[in-house]
């Protein structure tokens, strides 16, 4: 690799470390190879005597020189990982469950909630995906077949 990088714009949160003093928790990023387009969640701070926080969404259809707000809504617990698919604009990981972004109203819409959440969620295709616990002691793992709107949980053997 011969060239440098080059700065294209500047993303809508910062790149800060959880539990920061800054208002923004930072971001997580995933390209949606469906739309050619970048996105971005940012996380809020917890709202106060909630176990909730404010999620902010954004995508970038130019390779992130431009950014446009896709969602304010309030997600339960901490982003931990981000997806997409062709059904869902952005599959959230949280502390407390997977979350599924609906793009028509700008909310996150909670479709698995587990104790001690999720460490992780992807898509392996455009309608399969995998979800990791984030408790081990579970022995299973979340699995979609249509596009990450709902999930089902597979046992493994201890």
Same mark, same amino acid.
């Given at each position: %690799?011969?060239?440098?990088? &080059?700065?294209?714009? !500047?993303? +809508?949160? /910062?790149? #800060? ?6 208002? %923004?928790? *930072? ?8 739309? $050619? #387009? ?17 999620? %902010?969404?954004?995508? $970038? ?7 446009? @707000?896709?969602?304010? @809504?309030? $997600? ?9 698919? /062709?059904?869902?604009?952005? !599959?959230?990981?949280?502390?407390? *469950?997977?979350? =599924? %972004?609906?793009?028509? #109203? @700008? &909310?996150?819409? +909670? ?5 001690? *959440? ?6 392996? $295709?455009? +309608? &399969?995906?995998?979800? =990791?616990?984030?408790? /081990? ?9 249509? @596009? ?11």
């Amino acid at each position: %690799l011969t060239s440098a990088w &080059q700065k294209t714009g !500047i993303a +809508q949160c /910062p790149a #800060t470390a959880p539990g920061s003093a800054d208002t %923004l928790d *930072g971001g997580l990023l995933t390209w949606d190879a469906y739309t $050619s #387009t970048l996105v971005l969640a940012c996380s809020a701070k917890p709202l106060a005597g909630s176990g909730s926080q404010k999620e %902010l969404a954004y995508t $970038s259809r130019d390779n992130g020189a431009t950014w446009q @707000g896709l969602a304010t @809504g309030v $997600s339960q617990g901490t982003a931990m990982s981000l997806a997409t698919s /062709p059904t869902a604009v952005a !599959i959230l990981a949280t502390t407390d *469950g997977i979350e =599924v %972004l609906d793009a028509s #109203t @700008g &909310q996150w819409n +909670q479709v698995v909630p587990v104790k001690g *959440g999720f460490s992780y969620a992807g898509m392996t $295709s455009d +309608q &399969q995906g995998v979800a =990791v616990p984030a408790d /081990p002691s579970l022995h299973e793992v979340w699995m979609t077949i249509n @596009g990450g709107l709902n999930w089902t949980p597979y046992q493994f053997p201890a």
